[in-house]
């Protein structure tokens, strides 16, 4: 029984791969197994090149972005888009003459031509990854700062491709990423992410002042920010006590100056002018009310 069933399963397993080697040869349906990566950098010519025999009069080619929306390249015998202006057909491949980093993605060529069997496609799939140098990197520097107070610097770049990397510059000489490798009199208190691009000082001091650039640097290329000085002083003790003298001094000519306009009856005097104009404006509705009286008694 156990032979039986074996030979069954066998059977079985010749019959799907005979449909199988039919369903092929019917459509003519090959795709390419080995999927291309195309690097290049940009603003630079890039070859897409399509795995295919050489072009027949009877085949016929379309090229094809692939993403959210399929989109065509090369259509009809034509380039599409602005391919027209910066791309050249090379047999079945595109030459794109110079590369944006729009350009980066996902492409496939299509090739169908007539054969004994049917019309024959076959497809190439690539991805196009476009390398693009960082721009002048944003720098965050503090103009002043305390003695003793943590402070972080920061660096950053956004169109760099691959992601740069970041080295922070102290009056133009190179800080290394580890300070305890460095000279004995340098500040020993800082960390430098080379990732992320901050530089932060712990207790920073005195020493630290001075002006500070960053670097963003890639395989493509580097830019430098301009230098922005930082400046760090001692907290200022004997200016806050001045301050503070001179806000209390204020304070008491202020309170002697009311004092004083007491004692003269400044205050005095006007209180009695105000309670003076109330009675004679009483005395005055008065007769005018008496008169008012008289008139209506007459």
Not at 122 to 145: F, M, R, W
Not at 247 to 265: E, F, H, N, T
Request: a positive charge; aromatic letters at 8%.
């Amino acid at each position: 029984m156990a032979r039986r069933s074996r030979h069954r399963l066998l059977l079985l397993l010749l019959r799907y791969l005979v449909v199988a080697l039919d369903y092929h040869k019917a459509y003519g349906f090959s795709a390419s197994k080995d999927h291309q990566v195309v690097t290049a950098i940009e603003y630079q010519e890039v070859i897409l090149a399509c795995k295919y025999p050489k072009k027949t009069s009877s085949s016929r080619l379309e090229w094809k972005k692939l993403g959210h929306s399929v989109s065509f390249v090369y259509y009809q015998q034509a380039l599409q888009g602005d391919f027209k202006d910066r791309a050249e057909m090379i047999d079945f491949s595109i030459r794109i003459k110079n590369v944006t980093r729009n350009d980066a993605g996902k492409y496939r060529c299509e090739v169908s031509a007539p054969s004994e069997q049917g019309q024959n496609l076959e497809e190439d799939t690539l991805t196009l990854e476009v390398l693009v140098a960082p721009a002048v990197p944003s720098c965050e520097v503090p103009s002043s700062a305390l003695r003793g107070t943590v402070v972080e610097l920061r660096c950053q770049d956004r169109e760099g491709n691959p992601a740069p990397e970041y080295t922070w510059f102290k009056d133009g000489i190179r800080l290394l990423e580890n300070p305890k490798l460095g000279s004995a009199s340098a500040n020993s208190s800082y960390t430098m992410n080379t990732k992320s691009g901050t530089l932060q000082f712990n207790t920073v001091s005195k020493l630290d002042s001075g002006e500070y650039s960053c670097e963003a640097r890639n395989s493509v290329g580097h830019r430098r920010c301009p230098g922005k000085r930082m400046q760090v002083d001692d907290l200022n003790i004997s200016g806050i006590i001045a301050a503070v003298v001179v806000v209390a001094l204020v304070i008491s000519v202020c309170g002697l100056g009311v004092c004083y306009a007491q004692r003269k009856g400044y205050f005095s005097k006007e209180t009695s002018f105000q309670k003076s104009s109330s009675a004679s404006k009483a005395t005055a509705m008065s007769e005018n009310d008496f008169k008012h009286t008289k008139s209506f008694i007459i």
